[in-house]
């Protein structure tokens, strides 16, 4: 079977975070937001390998920095420098995996909640469905507002949060960002090119728990998720 691979971007400045750390080597208990997220990639027998994009300039301080934690990454294919978006970093990421991937698997590494069932579920989707997205149903109600007034109330049934992971076969994302690339076309997430390019992608649903670091206050939610799971 051809591999599963992972690309991991981890290039968040955590400026939201009032923090004189990056976001990915915050510590959240005993071990980095970085090292939590890795941990369950390196426990999950779905995904052969992953490479992880960060910042240009902390390509060789992350290399270091992994080094130097109790935990071993047998599974990490490489350390690249991303581009000045995510989505360019991710590209370069696609470009750093062999041609002969079979699919691909999306994970942010401010996601560090994440779980391992969560991974198997996205690469096994994908092998079933082609392209899926881990999502959950909005408990919100949503408006349109334009200028300051609301425009449109939209169905809440049909509004889900898109999360990662994202998994697709390897020549359906290289594709759809080289598509997007040659039209200077920025998305929002690697879905939206997915599907821009034609392709149609199923939604898995997702948990709560899996939320992205953005603020202080997420981290606080985050330990007690991870405490919760036993992880830390």
């Known amino acids: 079977m051809k591999p599963v691979m992972a690309i991991i971007p981890a290039a968040g400045q ?14 959240i208990g005993d071990r980095s937001v970085l090292a939590h997220t890795l941990s369950v990639f390196e426990a999950c027998p ?21 080094s130097q934690t109790d935990d071993t990454y047998p599974k990490l294919a490489n350390v690249i420098a991303g581009g000045s978006t995510r989505q360019e970093s991710v590209y370069l990421g696609l470009m ?14 401010a996601r560090p909640c994440v779980q391992q069932d969560a991974l198997e579920a996205s690469v096994h989707g994908c092998v079933r469905y082609g392209a899926v997205i881990s999502a959950t149903p909005s408990t919100d109600t949503l408006k349109i507002i334009r200028d ?23 020549r359906v ?6 598509q997007a690339r040659e039209e200077g076309y920025v998305g929002t997430d690697d879905a939206e090119l997915v599907e821009r390019a034609g392709y149609v992608v199923r939604v898995l649903e ?16 985050a330990e007690r998720i991870l405490r919760r799971q036993g992880r830390i």
């Open 14 to 27: 955590g400026l939201r975070m009032r923090s004189d750390t990056e976001k990915p080597y915050i510590t």
């Open 173 to 178: 994302l290289r594709t759809a960002h080289e």
């Open 96 to 109: 750093a995996l062999d041609a002969g991937t079979g699919s691909v698997l999306i994970h942010d590494a």
């Open 206 to 221: 997702g948990t709560p728990d899996n939320i992205k670091l953005t603020t202080a206050e997420d981290l606080e939610v």
């Open 148 to 170: 300051g007034r609301v425009e449109a109330t939209p169905d809440r049934s049909t509004l889900w949060r898109a999360q990662t992971p994202q998994t697709f076969p390897y």
């Open 46 to 66: 779905a995904v052969d390998g992953y490479v992880l994009v960060v910042e240009p300039s902390r390509v060789a301080s992350c290399r270091a920095h992994l």
